[in-house]
C-alpha cells in the first residue's frame, strides 16, 4: 500500500502561484511513479505532471508546461508542484496519484493509489 496526502491547495488570483506537496509513505520505491491529475467540475480528471521518484525524470500536459513544475523533496519523501502563472481554468481539485512503476502514463485509470485530493481556484 502506498499512502499519498496533498497539501497546499487555495485561494489564488489570476497570475498568481501555488505550491502543492503531496506527502508519500508506504510501499513507494525506487522505481515508482508519482503523478498530479486535476478533475474540474462537470469534466473528466486529466494528467497535469509525472516524476519518476528515483530519476527525477518529468512529464508535464501541454496545457500546463512552462508554469508548472514537479520536484521531488528527498529529505521529505515529498513531491511538490510549483504552479504559477495560474490561469481561472486551473482551477480544479488537484489530486496525488502513485504507482510503484515507472511509467509514462497519463491515464488516471494506471495509477492505483491516490490521495484524497486538495482544492485550488483561481479567480479571474
Known amino acids: 500500500q502506498v499512502q499519498l496526502v496533498e497539501s497546499g491547495g487555495g485561494l489564488v488570483p489570476a497570475g498568481g502561484s501555488l505550491r502543492l506537496s503531496c506527502a508519500a509513505s508506504g510501499r513507494t520505491n525506487s522505481r515508482s511513479t508519482i503523478g498530479w491529475f486535476r478533475q474540474a467540475p462537470g469534466k473528466e480528471r486529466e494528467f497535469v505532471a509525472s516524476?519518476?521518484?528515483?530519476?527525477?525524470?518529468?512529464y508535464y500536459a501541454d496545457s500546463v508546461k512552462g508554469r508548472f513544475t514537479i520536484s521531488r523533496v528527498n529529505a521529505k519523501s515529498t513531491v511538490d508542484l510549483q504552479m504559477n502563472s495560474l490561469k481561472p481554468e486551473d482551477t480544479a481539485v488537484y489530486y496525488c496519484?502513485?504507482?510503484?512503476?515507472?511509467?509514462?502514463?497519463?491515464?488516471?485509470?494506471?495509477?492505483?493509489?491516490w490521495g484524497q485530493g486538495t482544492q485550488v481556484t483561481v479567480s479571474s
Open positions: 516524476i519518476f521518484w528515483d530519476a527525477a525524470i518529468t
Open positions: 496519484a502513485a504507482v510503484t512503476v515507472w511509467s509514462l502514463s497519463r491515464r488516471s485509470n494506471d495509477y492505483p493509489y
